[in-house]
């Protein structure tokens, strides 16, 4: 397996860590973000099997939406995780006086678990 799906696959763990940490910390908005990348790099794991990336986030989300997702490779509901996991992330960047609840946090959180797990085992099942 390569070296590059290996690293953001790490990446995407220690994201992960991350993320808990600051939810632990009561840093809600943070933890989004880091949860929002774990997925992410996680995803370009997966697109590094293909040996294919983009400069937009949006670019890395809609191949791994059109070849992964659409072919049945993993679930439709992940289609959604990465799509609310984004649309938050950048809503606690970019809009001033947005509240993040402890749940909002949570969800985010629990979602990339459930991500990174099936990618790795999806990328370990190929060998």
């Given at each position: 397996?390569?070296?590059?799906?290996h690293?953001?696959?790490?990446?995407?763990?220690?994201?992960?860590?991350?993320?808990?940490?600051?939810?632990?910390?009561?840093?809600?908005?943070?933890?989004?973000?880091?949860?929002?990348?774990?997925?992410?790099?996680?995803?370009?794991?997966?697109?590094?099997?293909?040996?294919?990336?983009?400069?937009?986030?949006?670019?890395?989300?809609?191949?791994?939406?059109?070849?992964?997702?659409?072919?049945?490779?993993?679930?439709?509901?992940?289609?959604?995780?990465?799509?609310?996991?984004?649309?938050?992330?950048?809503?606690?960047?970019?809009?001033?006086?947005?509240?993040?609840?402890?749940?909002?946090?949570?969800?985010?959180?629990?979602?990339?678990?459930?991500?990174?797990?099936?990618?790795?085992q999806?990328?370990?099942?190929?060998?």
């Amino acid at each position: 397996m390569d070296n590059l799906v290996h690293y953001r696959l790490d990446s995407a763990k220690e994201r992960l860590t991350s993320a808990k940490l600051l939810l632990d910390a009561g840093q809600y908005k943070d933890s989004i973000g880091r949860s929002y990348y774990a997925i992410f790099s996680a995803v370009r794991a997966v697109l590094a099997l293909d040996k294919v990336d983009f400069s937009k986030h949006s670019g890395v989300i809609s191949y791994f939406q059109k070849e992964y997702i659409k072919t049945g490779k993993f679930d439709k509901k992940y289609s959604k995780y990465i799509q609310n996991a984004f649309q938050i992330r950048n809503t606690c960047d970019y809009d001033d006086f947005y509240i993040v609840s402890v749940n909002d946090a949570k969800e985010q959180y629990n979602n990339a678990v459930e991500m990174v797990a099936i990618i790795e085992q999806f990328i370990m099942e190929l060998g």
